[in-house]
């Protein structure tokens, strides 16, 4: 009798120590921060190419760097600095660009 009650109590808590382990197993990994942006199509000779890879850079930037919520301060002051840092990046890229035009790769360091 003594026996069974102890193999029950082994039992569960080994079933207890897994389930409370499943959780931190279960967690999806964390997708990269990167996007590339395309600018074949474009002619960086010409003002409204140049706006419309400025345009495509913004989106990426936004898309790289995440928002926060209205509420947390901290997190809207740390998008914005990543998004200052990925677009000047991104930004330098482009104006070393021919009018070939090779994509652009921005990414963040998250």
Known sequence: ???????MAISALATAAVI??????????????????????LDLTTKAGRQ?????????????CGTASDADLVGQNKARE??????GA??????????????IQIAARR
């Open 1 to 7: 009798m003594k026996n069974t009650l102890k193999i």
């Open 20 to 41: 409370k382990a499943v959780p931190a197993l279960a967690e999806p990994v964390p997708a990269q921060n990167v996007s590339i942006v395309r600018t074949a199509d």
């Open 52 to 64: 419309a890879l400025d345009h495509r850079l913004v989106v990426a930037a936004y898309e790289v």
């Open 82 to 87: 990543c998004r200052s840092e990925v677009l």
């Open 90 to 103: 991104a930004r330098a890229r482009g104006e070393q660009l021919a009018a070939g035009g090779s994509p």
